[in-house]
T-cell receptor, first 107, second 118 residues
Framework: RKEVEQDPGPFNVPEGATVAFNCTYSNSASQSFFWYRQDCRKEPKLLMSVYSSGNEDGRFTAQLNRASQYISLLIRDSKLSDSATYLCAVNLNDMRFGAGTRLTVKP | SAVISQKPSRDICQRGTSLTIQCQVDSQVTMMFWYRQQPGQSLTLIATANQGSEATYESGFVIDKFPISRPNLTFSTLTVSNMSPEDSSIYLC???????????????FGPGTRLTVT
């Protein structure tokens, strides 16, 4: 079993849609959780940390479910500029990444 | 956020040769890592670059093939030795910072080095 697994995607959605990504992790001792965004031919950029209480940053909401060992990212009112690959990351002693889910937002 | 630079940004190398990639961060960090990313694939951790001691390698990566240096808290190098076409990939340096606002751990990446081995 992979340490971090994500929805395979790709997700193709119209502008304004709400899209959700899920990610599961195998090690229950994992300590911290993140979502990254990676544009084509660029490095991953930290989008947001994921806290146990859930957190929101504008149109983006991240949630953590420790009991079920998954994290989620919700994007509301999606924009064309949200098109990218979204990677979940889980940290124990070092960061492990999911394979990423590609999102394409279309006009 | 953090500023991490890498050089070279890209290179085309002949098989059998070696390439050293440099990574510079804008402030002292406790942890630095090296990752590899194949096109369309996710990130694979190569090793943790430890300051003042030997790097810690992940399964499938060895020091003879990927020697790493970390002479201080802001700089690291990764060498890809005796290259073959299978080493063609993007190599990314990464550093861990503690957020001054939240106190939480945040990990940032350099822009990557695109390596092609012919």
């Amino acid at each position: 079993r992979k340490e971090v697994e994500q929805d395979p995607g790709p997700f193709n959605v119209p502008e304004g849609a709400t899209v959700a990504f899920n990610c599961t992790y195998s090690n229950s001792a994992s300590q911290s959780f993140f979502w990254y965004r990676q544009d084509c031919r660029k490095e991953p950029k930290l989008l947001m940390s994921v806290y146990s209480s859930g957190n929101e940053d504008g149109r983006f909401t991240a949630q953590l479910n420790r009991a079920s060992q998954y994290i989620s990212l919700l994007i509301r009112d999606s924009k064309l500029s949200d098109s990218a690959t979204y990677l979940c990351a889980v940290n124990l002693n070092d960061m492990r990444f999911g394979a990423g889910t590609r999102l394409t937002v279309k006009p | 956020s953090a500023v991490i630079s890498q050089k070279p940004s890209r290179d085309i190398c002949q098989r059998g040769t070696s390439l050293t990639i440099q990574c510079q961060v804008d402030s002292q960090v406790t942890m630095m890592f090296w990752y590899r990313q194949q096109p369309g694939q996710s990130l694979t951790l190569i090793a943790t670059a430890n300051q003042g001691s030997e790097a810690t390698y992940e399964s499938g990566f060895v020091i003879d093939k990927f020697p790493i240096s970390r002479p201080n808290l802001t700089f690291s190098t990764l060498t890809v030795s005796n290259m073959s076409p299978e080493d063609s990939s993007i190599y990314l340096c990464s550093a861990v910072y503690t957020s001054p606002t939240s106190g939480s751990y945040e990990q940032y990446f350099g822009p990557g080095t695109r390596l092609t081995v012919t």
